[in-house]
């Protein structure tokens, strides 16, 4: 599947409209970092890899303080949700599949939930100086594309050169750090360093009271389960179930409860968390 999927898009080409690639330079200085790379569906190993520079103008480099490891990297796969929703009860399922994404090549850098510290600035990046705290979008957005603009950045058009993907969806989403060639091929953060493209659109100031630990999460987990939840009409009163209690699945309770629903049924076939009396 990763031969004939890579040999597509080496074939194709990137796609004409992208305007941002995930290419990786190292700094004329040297300087390598320490790295969670794919290898193969069962090899995901620490390599010394180039720590990355600024390649256009309104990147950043951050120098990482925090990376989690989400359900999406443990599978290489996609995670999904099923929501149902009607006035009486609402049902959400969160689980992970297990097979393997497309255009994964050798060598690629994991990890697309990430925060960390300016460590390099484009010219073009006004919003942000070295040293400033930030936590980093999943999604890669241009900020200026059509779909940017009405912040449906997940769709955003510039930033994903995979013309398989455009082939076999008939549309390309954004970009995603860390998550194949499928989605751009750009180098995650499960690494000392990460360049991260369009950093006035990509990055979220972190204001100095609000610990890593707090804000790591904005990356992907609480806007995911945020999503999830107001999707499925969670109205106050309500009573539900959410099925699979990773990190998603727990923010989504918190959310719900935050909605007022007036019970929330946990369903796990591991049983981790402390029975409460
Ligand atoms: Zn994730
Ligand atoms: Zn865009």
């Not at 599947?1 to 941002?20: C, E, L, R």
């Not at 890669?140 to 969806?169: H, P, R």
Request: proline share 4%.
């Amino acid at each position: 599947m990763q031969t004939g999927s890579n040999a597509y898009q080496k074939y194709t080409g990137p796609h004409p409209d992208a305007i941002v690639h995930g290419a990786m330079k190292g700094r004329p200085e040297g300087g390598t970092m320490k790295a969670l790379a794919w290898f193969g569906s069962q090899d995901v190993r620490l390599i010394e890899a180039l720590i990355p520079d600024i390649i256009d103008e309104e990147d950043v480099v951050l120098k990482v303080t925090g990376t989690t490891i989400c359900g999406s990297d443990l599978h290489l796969c996609v995670h999904i949700y099923f929501s149902h929703y009607t006035p009486e009860m609402f049902l959400i399922y969160i689980f992970a599949d297990h097979g393997e994404i497309m255009a994964m090549q050798k060598g690629d850098i994991l990890g697309h939930e990430f925060m960390g510290a300016v460590d390099r600035i484009g010219k073009n990046v006004t919003k942000l100086s070295v040293g400033d705290r930030v936590v980093t979008s999943f999604q890669v957005a241009c900020g200026k594309c059509v779909y940017c603009k009405k912040k449906l950045s997940s769709f955003c058009e510039k930033t994903n050169d995979s013309t398989l993907q455009e082939k076999m969806y008939g549309k390309r989403d954004a970009g995603f750090f860390g998550y194949s060639h499928f989605t751009g091929g750009y180098a995650g953060g499960q690494a000392e360093y990460v360049r991260v493209p369009f950093g006035n659109v990509n990055c979220l100031k972190i204001p100095a009271e609000i610990p890593d630990e707090a804000a790591l999460y904005l990356s992907d987990i609480l806007p995911t389960s945020y999503h999830c939840v107001v999707d499925t009409g969670v109205e106050k009163g309500n009573v539900g179930g959410i099925w699979g209690l990773g990190p998603i699945g727990m923010s989504a309770a918190r959310w719900c409860q935050l909605k007022g629903a007036k019970r929330i049924i946990g369903i796990d076939s591991v049983p981790r968390w402390p029975k409460s009396d």
